[in-house]
């Protein structure tokens, strides 16, 4: 079992940076692929970005693609999300997933959720 608890969400500026973390417990963590996922009001939830369990291999969505990095630390079991350059359109609730296997963007695909955290990017 693997539990996942998000942080650093808040209100930013248009072109502004936020760093969110996700702090997991389990022993299987450092096996497991990681990503974040985005949902905005009235919409589907939508994949943002992904990083296998050695953080060598990384998959974006294309709308973050150059403006946000994901990352991980295996020792401390966190998962980050650098997020720059925001937009009014990255205003979501951002939710970090845990899977077995290699990095897809396919949400059904992750078995672990968190409660997600509120990112809120002003114009």
């Known amino acids: 079992q693997v539990q996942l608890v998000e942080s650093g969400g808040g209100l930013v500026q248009a072109g502004g940076s936020l760093r969110l973390s996700c702090a997991a417990s389990?022993?299987?963590?450092?096996?497991?692929?990681m990503a974040w996922f985005r949902q905005a009001p009235g919409k589907e939830r939508e994949f943002v970005a992904a990083?296998?369990?050695?953080?060598?291999?990384?998959l974006y969505a294309d709308s973050v693609k150059g403006r946000f990095t994901i990352s991980r630390d295996n020792a401390k079991r966190m998962v980050y999300l650098q997020m720059n350059s925001l937009k009014p359109e990255d205003t979501a609730v951002y939710y970090c997933?845990?899977?077995?296997?290699?990095?897809?963007?396919?949400?059904?695909?992750?078995?672990?959720w968190g409660q997600g955290t509120q990112v809120t990017v002003s114009s």
């Open positions: 997933a845990g899977k077995n296997g290699g990095v897809v963007s396919r949400t059904y695909a992750y078995d672990y």
């Open positions: 389990g022993r299987t963590f450092s096996s497991r692929a």
């Open positions: 990083i296998d369990w050695s953080g060598g291999s990384t």
